[in-house]
Nanobody, 122 residues
Framework: QVQLVESGGGLVQAGGSLRLSCAAS?????????????MDWYRQAPGNQRELVAS???????NYAGSVKGRFTVSRDNAENMVYLQMNSLKPEDTAVYYC???????????WGQGTQVTVSS
């Protein structure tokens, strides 16, 4: 059974930094042996829809939402089945529950973590 567990959330002042981690377990193989995959970071603030923040693929391609570009960096450690989201220059509007999502191609599946709360105070 595939599980994704996020960690690293918390309370931080505006301008501060946090590093979120997403640990994947229960995979049939390590990330670096799975073929194509993508790991996405989403966030959802109260009253808002869940939005895509950043993505990284097995090939190392990354994409960012315009609101976080230049401030957030997504990275991965295939051997450890870990994906990270480094968040710098945090703003109060970054406050949300952050989720990681793993998408695989073979087989075609999507898995979600339970989320971690990030709160940025002004």
């Amino acid at each position: 059974q595939v599980q994704l567990v996020e960690s690293g959330g918390g309370l931080v002042q505006a301008g501060g930094s946090l590093r979120l981690s997403c640990a994947a377990s229960g995979l049939s193989a390590s990330l670096n042996a799975m073929g194509w995959y993508a790991m996405d970071w989403y966030r959802q603030a109260p009253g808002n829809q869940r939005e895509l923040v950043a993505s990284i693929t097995s090939g190392g391609n990354t994409n960012y939402a315009g609101s976080v570009k230049g401030r957030f960096t997504v990275s991965r450690d295939n051997a450890e089945n870990m994906v990270y989201l480094q968040m710098n220059s945090l703003k109060p509007e970054d406050t949300a529950v952050y989720y990681c999502k793993l998408r695989t191609l073979n087989p075609p599946r999507a898995y979600w973590g339970q989320g971690t709360q990030v709160t940025v105070s002004s």
